[in-house]
Each structure stands twice: as C-alpha cells, then as structure tokens.
C-alpha cells in the first residue's frame, strides 16, 4: 500500500526535517516529538520504506501542517534521504533518522541565529550527544570540518544545509554507509562555506546502520577519498592505518577510549 502526503505550499520555512524510517515507530514518535518541540519556522518530511508496524496509521493521525509523508519501497536510507530532499522547501535541511532528536527546544532558534550571523553559510554544524542503550548520555565534540580528509567531522544530524548548495549534489547511492559523508565531501569540495556551533545540535541514538557495518563504512571512505577527495593512495593507506588503530584501542580498552572520545553531557 502506498499512501502518500504532500503540503505544497509553505512559505517562509526556515527549516526542512526529512525523517527516513522503516518499522521504527516508537523512535519515530520521539523524534516527532523533538520536532514539534521547535518553535521556529519548519517542516517535517517522512519518507517511510512502507512499515508494516504502525507507523502509516500514526502519520495519517497527525493533525499538522508542517508533516508531509511518503510510504512505499526504496532503495536504502540514502535513496529515502534523496527523495525527502526533492521535497524540501526550507532554507536549511536537516537529516534526523527515526528515533534521533534535536538537542532541546531552542535548537533550531539557534541555527537560525547562528546561520544570520554567519552570512547563511552552505553548512552549519556543531557537536552531537550520543545516547547509549542504557539511557546514558555522551558529549562528543566535532571536529574541524578541515578535517574532512579523516571522516565525518560529527554526526550527520548534528548538521544544517542550506538547501540552496545542495541543488546539484545528492547521496550516491553506490556508498551505501558512507553516502552522507560523499555528500559533505562534495559539497565542502566543491568550495562550501562551513561554519562550526560550539554546541550540541541532536541527539544521536547508538547502533545504527553505521555503526554496525564499519567495514562497509570503511571500503566506502577509501573510494570518496579517492574519488571526490583526490587523495593519493599513501595517504589514503595512512588514514586507514590510523582508523585501524583507533579501533582496535577502541574494541581492546573501551573504558580509556571513552574517557578520551566522549565527556558526559554538559
């Protein structure tokens, strides 16, 4: 069953939310709940891979305006991403997966602020939270976006595109982890400005897609490096050696690797 929902008109948004899903309906409730807890400008767009637990009838339940939703077959979380994209009408997106959220109420105020006084850069982003299955909280600080050559600088909910530099640029499918960072890379590339909220902007919930497929994440950073970084291949053997060695510390002393990586929430 495919049941879709589009508001056409919005104008004036600030910001567009595209939530991709897929039988995640209780992280879906919370992140719709972070969401409506935003007092600016925004929409949310839910690109739904035709969920069989609820989830339609929870959209279609929804008495709001600023909810547009799709419910049907794609190909993967980026080929869903691509598609909320097409949709978005805001002057900055935000990507938030089913079950992540944004730091507080006042966080999209703040990246409306923060994109003003920075002359509405291609690129806002800012420290994340994790939150591990025990409830608990870490702060992880995010690196320069200079750093691009090492990986994602943080957590790709944790950052703001102005919808205007994304008009060429979509997710390649062909990385199917490491899409979001092809993007970022592309984008920053091809001469985006980037600007860095010293502040935590989502809440990012441990063990996704990501996190549980790092080989394929790996194999993925190797050919963006190459391919839209330009990266000769010593240096992309150095990367790979250093990110080896980052998780064999983080798998064999897990206690001093989160003591170094994380602090708890501020």
Known sequence: MIRTQWVEDRSEVFLSVVTVCRNNLQGLIKTWQSVRSQSISLEWIVVDGQSDDGTLVFLQSIEDERLSFISEP????????????????????????????????????????QALRNHLPDLLYGDALEETTFGELLYKAARSHKRMWYGMFTHH??????????????????????????????????????????????????????????????????????????????????????????????????????????SYEK
Not at 181 to 208: N, S
Request: charge should be positive; glycine fraction near 10%; aromatic fraction near 12%.
């Open 157 to 262: 909910q944790s950052m703001a595109f102005r919808l205007g530099s994304l008009h060429s640029i979509r997710y390649r499918l062909e990385y199917p982890i490491g899409a979001d960072y092809a993007l970022t890379a592309e984008l920053l590339v091809r001469g985006g400005t980037a600007a860095y909220i010293p502040e935590p902007l989502c809440i990012f919930e441990q063990g996704g897609v990501s996190q549980m497929q790092h080989r394929q994440g790996q194999r993925d950073q190797w050919f963006i490096r190459k391919t839209i970084l330009g990266m000769p291949i010593i240096l992309r053997v150095a990367i790979a050696s250093l990110h080896w060695g980052v998780r064999l510390v983080k798998h064999s002393f897990p206690k001093f690797y989160k003591k170094v990586r994380f």
């Open 74 to 113: 794609d190909q993967g979380i980026y080929d869903a991403m691509n598609k909320g994209l097409e949709h978005c009408k805001g002057r900055y997106v935000v990507f938030m997966n089913s079950g992540d959220q944004f730091h507080d109420h006042l966080t999209g105020d703040l990246l409306q602020v």
